[in-house]
């Protein structure tokens, strides 16, 4: 009787810990999101070929280069060989397929290397050294390779950037546009006699200022003359590309939003004028939205509103006709022979692979999430007042379990999200990184802070010389609005955020009293230290964030976190990569140090092959379970101390 009564009561205090926030058992655990992680980039159609990458994080990040063809699926390289361009830091457009040929850059030696399909035998394209290459297009006329190079040789630091022309038969590399800082998207006309790309002058970011640049050339294919046909240190230019019928279209931002537009050789005029964003920020090369079934139609993807959608547009009649579907979240649009490919991601689907054509849309990867549809939590789309007088949005996420519920007398914990950049946007599509949280009874509010992108240039452009300023007042405001309508509670709310958002995460945390622990990832505490000492994409991006350095430096301190240690004055987990050269170490160290000195309660956790942004499947679930019990460690004890 006494061994009943006994079970009986652990049965009790077993359901009562379950129904506690936070201790809801949940089927997604840190191993299913690592092993449901594959990421799918970068479709490339060619004749009866389709190609991709998957980063795996269970092959510790390895990018796999894999082709369909008649159903049939296989890796063209096996392990370890990962494609992999460590250009401008964070990579993008790593190789190009062709019909007879794969280029790609492989991620051991940072060289290119070309792959005949029909031998089967790979040779090197470019010699050992210090040299980064991406963004890649066969000249076939010429029979050469134009890509992106970085030189490292002169300054390990700053690398100096070009176009380059790789001969296919000879190995001679010919610089064919230099003297900028940065450069993107060279592409030749479908007549070879004129080549177009982006670049981009110290300070400005790509999604700032940039120049569409049109270049005639020779017979050689050689450069003649050059003209500036779009942008400026005021105007954004997004993948310019040339359609079937020899025409460059390319995203501008001049109209406040990002729209595409055509240049017929003399004039530049919108294809279709929307308020809505057809680019994204291009924090890596070979970034898509559009491309072409015809000479007469575009098919593309958008923003409206945070939510991602799909259309076709009609280049004669100027409309635009939206597909319908579930998706919210679009990227890497391919088009070739009447049909588009394309990364997408609902509500209840992760992100997967999928092609356009005959007016259906067909998955070619397929997720299995195996997780019951009950326990995902629905994005709630949110605009909320600022504390200064403007208009803020983000997503709400509710808890939701099988078993478990809010109860209307008691508000959830909740968990403030950060998104990186801080140019870019948080997505809506499923993220089980959010719904591991929601899941386990915590509520989630995903900030798109003023100076996220999806809502216009004036909008992203509220960021400027406000950062560490506008986005903590967005995340304040955020909670305000919840504690209002009684959704959290207000004793129980952490943020978190990774790399720029682990920055406003700090500052939020230094600047306000609205949370009570925070989590913060590759994050920043020091942004003199971070002006000093970034790779060179970036190196003045706080210019425009924060401040001319080192000019404004008495800005530089007062926003940041580590010079005003006695303002924080609760928990933080950091989270940092020892490899990290985009956010080094020493800027996790110098605050866990200043904090543990003050006898704040802090947690360090590092993970020695890492870089910036955690690729493999054990750095990931060790995160988050350590994230997991410093939340409840806290929260635990305030229940304790409540009672």
């Known amino acids: 009787m006494r061994r009943l009564m006994r079970n009986c009561q652990q049965d009790k ?8 926030y936070g201790h809801w058992p949940s089927p997604i655990t840190p191993e299913l999101l690592t092993a449901q992680g594959v990421r799918n980039s970068d479709p490339q159609a060619v004749g009866e070929r389709l190609y991709w990458l998957e980063t795996r994080p269970q092959e510790k990040g390895r990018n796999v280069l894999v082709c369909e063809q008649a159903g049939k699926r296989s890796e063209l390289f096996a392990a370890p060989l990962s494609v992999r361009t460590r250009a401008q830091e964070y990579g993008g457009s790593s190789y190009l397929a062709t019909t007879a040929f794969i280029f790609y850059v492989q991620d051991s030696d940072q060289r290119v290397y070309q792959f005949d399909l029909a031998s089967q035998q790979t040779k090197a394209l470019t010699p050992e050294g210090a040299f980064r290459y991406a963004d890649f297009y066969h000249d076939q006329i010429h029979q050469r390779l134009l890509a992106i190079c970085e030189d490292y040789t002169q300054n390990s630091h700053h690398p100096s950037a070009r176009i380059i022309a790789i001969d296919l038969s000879t190995g001679v590399i010919n610089t064919l546009a230099e003297g900028a800082d940065f450069y993107s998207n060279p592409r030749l006309s479908p007549d070879a006699q004129q080549l177009s790309y982006v670049r981009w002058f110290h300070p400005q970011m790509p999604w700032d200022g940039s120049e569409c640049v049109v270049v005639q050339l020779d017979g050689n294919g050689d450069c003649v003359s050059e003209q ?36 017929d050789g003399t004039s530049t005029q919108a294809i279709y004028e929307y308020a809505a964003e057809f680019a994204t920020p291009q924090w890596v090369f ?16 958008y923003s409206q509103h945070g939510y991602w959608q799909i259309g076709i ?12 579907s579930e998706f919210r979240d679009i990227s890497a649009v391919h088009c070739n022979n009447n049909c588009a490919w394309f990364i997408a991601a609902s509500a209840t689907q992760g992100s997967q692979l999928y092609r356009y054509s005959d007016q259906k849309i067909l998955p070619i990867t397929h997720g299995d999430t195996r997780v019951e549809q009950e326990y995902i939590a629905q994005a709630e789309a949110v605009a909320f007042p600022t504390r200064d007088g403007e208009v803020s949005h983000g997503f709400f996420y509710r808890p939701t379990h099988v078993q478990f519920s809010v109860q209307p007398d008691s508000p959830p914990p909740l968990v403030v999200m950060c998104h990186g950049g801080p140019t870019g946007a948080t997505e809506t599509g499923l993220n089980l990184k959010i719904q591991f949280w929601t899941s386990r009874g915590f509520a989630v509010l995903d ?61 939020a945390l230094t600047f306000s009293h609205h949370f009570k622990a925070g989590a913060s990832l590759y994050g920043i505490g020091d942004l003199e230290a971070l002006a000093k000492d970034t790779h060179k994409f970036e190196t003045h991006y706080l210019d425009s964030l924060v401040g001319a350095y080192p000019q404004e430096q008495a800005i530089y301190h007062a926003r940041s976190p580590i010079h005003h240690i006695e ?10 990569g020892l490899q990290d050269k985009v956010v080094p170490p020493a800027q996790a160290e110098a605050m866990v140090n200043a904090l543990t000195a003050k006898g704040i309660y802090t947690e360090y956790v590092t993970f020695a092959e890492e870089a910036h942004g955690f690729r493999q499947a054990q750095t990931i679930q060790h995160a988050l379970e350590s994230e997991l019990a410093f939340y409840l460690k806290v929260f635990d004890q305030k229940n304790s101390g409540d009672n």
């Open 313 to 324: 547009i009609d280049i004669a009649k100027k409309n635009l006709r939206k597909i319908p």
């Open 228 to 263: 500036v046909i779009a942008g400026g240190t005021t105007e954004s230019i997004f993948q310019p590309q040339w359609s079937p019928d020899n025409q460059l279209y390319f995203v501008s931002d001049r109209n406040n939003w990002w729209n595409i537009y055509r240049w």
């Open 567 to 576: 303002q924080l004055n609760c928990p933080v987990i950091f989270l940092q």
């Open 447 to 507: 900030v798109n802070y003023r100076g996220s992108t999806g809502y216009g240039r004036q909008y992203r452009d509220r960021l400027k010389q406000n950062w560490g300023i506008t986005d903590v007042i967005d995340a304040c405001s955020g909670v305000d609005y919840l504690i209002a309508q009684k959704l959290v509670d207000d004793n129980k709310i952490a943020i978190r955020g990774s790399s720029a958002g682990g920055y406003t995460v700090l500052a």
């Open 13 to 20: 205090i077993r359901f009562m810990n379950n129904h506690q």
């Open 286 to 301: 070979g970034m898509s939205t559009y491309g072409f079934l015809s000479t007469q139609e575009i098919f593309c993807c």
